[in-house]
């Protein structure tokens, strides 16, 4: 299958940058879109950034002006470099990745396990 492996979280002060990566391994025929969602505590997961195979990007409106997406389709990762957080970007970060494991397999969902980021002086 697919695994989905990230990394870079931790705790920031209010202002900090933080980068997080997302290496995906496994069966990998196909790589579509690839993504960042988080879920903070009593709060639903809500998407933070994707970015197509073809590097199209689309944020959510907390995340522009802040946040950038980037991926390195010959690694398979996929990045979310985080600057100017703030404490409400506090949350479990969780990369996504639509992956097609065979030539005519349609593209499924693969998540990893989750990044904390906290935001705190």
């Known amino acids: 299958q697919v695994q989905l492996v990230e990394s870079g979280g931790g705790l920031v002060q209010p202002g900090g940058s933080l980068r997080l990566s997302c290496a995906a391994s496994?069966?990998?025929?196909?790589?579509?879109?690839m993504g960042w969602y988080r879920q903070a505590p009593g709060k639903q997961r809500e998407m933070v950034a994707a970015?197509?195979?073809?590097?199209?990007?689309n944020y959510a409106d907390s995340a522009k002006g802040r946040f950038t997406i980037s991926r390195d389709n010959a690694k398979n990762t996929v990045y979310l470099q985080m600057n100017s957080l703030k404490p409400e970007d506090t949350a479990v970060y969780y990369c996504?990745?639509?992956?097609?494991?065979?030539?005519?397999?349609?593209?499924?969902?693969?998540w990893g396990q989750g990044t904390q980021v906290t935001v705190s002086s």
């Open positions: 496994g069966s990998i025929f196909s790589m579509y879109a």
């Open positions: 996504n990745a639509v992956v097609s494991t065979g030539r005519g397999q349609s593209g499924l969902d693969y």
């Open positions: 970015i197509t195979s073809g590097s199209r990007t």
